[in-house]
């Protein structure tokens, strides 16, 4: 255990030191399962369960928003950790109810999932993840919605594990604390033009990864009510915010500052937990 958190204290010195090659895979999907015994047994003992989501995004971006951006952070924490590996993305989680229907589930493509049921697939994940011999579990979500459900797996199972050296770390910093909407704030940004869904934000670093996925046609000015879930206008393009002001160097900064306070929070729960 002293060796975990000395190799931990290295890593918050000089990331570099356990850093993976950018060749190296990561993805559990894409490894074999002698590949991954012998990954775990070689001390990559830590792995990320990434929940993102399938729902509207307003006509100009695809559904699979949540999971395309988190697939690509998810991958370069992982990277940057070291010793790593990266569960497949969750793309169902909680998104309103079915009949009547709420939330995002009153546009067609979305897709739900009650929150009892989500957070079964997160404890069930994580059990499988123990079972096999990891031993920092890392909950990390792209959307709001995700979050409560994290955290009560979270807190449930380090509860059940107390007396074992398996944590489950639940990383609320890479969505909630990351620090971009002040950042934009300062770029002359304002409240109304970030938005809350489908705005600046999210259109932005998609575009910078998957430029594809933006249908650059279709960007307009959405709602800039302060709670828009109740407008009409909201409840007609499912747009907050004005993505028309959205941009690559934008979703590249947003990008870096979810990937750096995931970061920092991982490295100081880790060595907390020890």
């Known amino acids: 255990m002293k060796i975990r958190v000395i190799g931990f204290l290295l890593l918050l010195v000089s990331p570099s030191l356990l850093a993976q090659s950018s060749t190296d895979p990561v993805f559990l999907e894409e490894l074999t399962w002698t590949e991954v015994r ?14 993102g989501g399938t729902e509207q995004n307003g006509p100009h971006m695809v559904l699979g928003k949540h999971n395309f951006i988190i697939k690509y ?3 370069q924490i992982a990277r940057r950790l070291g010793q790593t590996l990266v569960a497949p993305v969750l793309p169902y989680v909680p998104e309103g109810d079915i009949e009547p229907p709420t939330g995002h589930m009153r546009f067609p493509g979305t897709i739900t999932l009650p929150n009892e049921y989500y957070m079964k697939l997160l404890e ?17 979500g792209d959307s709001g919605g995700n979050q409560a459900g994290m955290k009560t797996v979270c807190e449930m199972l380090n509860e059940e594990w107390t007396r074992t050296d398996v944590r489950v770390h639940f990383i609320s910093d890479y969505l909630g604390g990351n620090g971009f909407r002040a950042w934009l704030l300062n770029q002359g940004e304002t409240e109304a033009s ?21 249908r650059q046609d279709k960007l307009a000015p959405g709602t800039t009510d302060p709670t828009p879930w109740q407008v009409e206008e909201y ?7 004005d993505p028309t002001r959205a941009s690559v160097a934008y979703g590249q900064k947003g990008l870096e500052l979810k ?7 991982i490295k100081r729960l880790i060595v907390e937990s020890r």
């Open 38 to 51: 012998d990954a775990i047994n070689s001390g990559t003992t830590s792995i990320i369960l990434p929940t």
């Open 73 to 75: 952070t998810a991958e």
């Open 124 to 140: 069930y994940a994580a059990r499988s993840f123990k079972a096999h011999g990891f031993k920092d579990i890392i909950f990390i």
């Open 194 to 214: 970030i938005g809350r869904h489908a705005g600046i934000p999210a259109t932005s670093q998609l575009w910078s990864i998957h430029p594809e996925l933006i």
């Open 235 to 241: 409840r007609r393009t499912g747009v907050s915010g």
């Open 259 to 265: 990937v750096e306070a995931a970061l920092a929070q």
